[in-house]
Nanobody, 111 residues
Framework: VQLVESGGGLVQPGGSLKLSCAAS????????ANWHRQPPGKDRELVAT????????AYADSVEGRFTITRDNAKNTVYLQMNSLKPDDTAVYYC?????WGQGTQVTVSS
């Protein structure tokens, strides 16, 4: 039973990245999934949420219009498409579902 994130990296301001979170060991399509992030020296914050079958999503004000959360239940995977990235988006990004957390993936936005 685990979540594994991937897709982080270094990107220039204005660039894009797509994060993935693969679930295994449980019925992923029964649960809401979330992306959180923890910037350096700050608390973890909720970034985006998607309901079990993807009919409803919600975003933090800071990423609304720039980030998109989607899921593919056939692949047990949730995604976070991040566009127009800013230095303030630099953080470790975590996915969360069913009370489980992944190990995180680092996103660094810098020129």
């Amino acid at each position: 039973v685990q979540l594994v994130e991937s897709g982080g990296g270094l990107v220039q301001p204005g660039g894009s990245l797509k994060l993935s979170c693969a679930a295994s060991g449980f019925s992923f399509n029964s649960f809401t999934a979330n992306w959180h992030r923890q910037p350096p020296g700050k608390d973890r914050e909720l970034v985006a949420t998607i309901t079990d079958f993807g009919r409803s999503t919600a975003y933090a004000d800071s990423v609304e219009g720039r980030f998109t959360i989607t899921r593919d239940n056939a692949k047990n995977t949730v995604y976070l498409q991040m566009n127009s990235l800013k230095p303030d988006d630099t953080a470790v990004y975590y996915c969360n579902a069913r009370g489980l957390w992944g190990q995180g993936t680092q996103v660094t936005v810098s020129s």
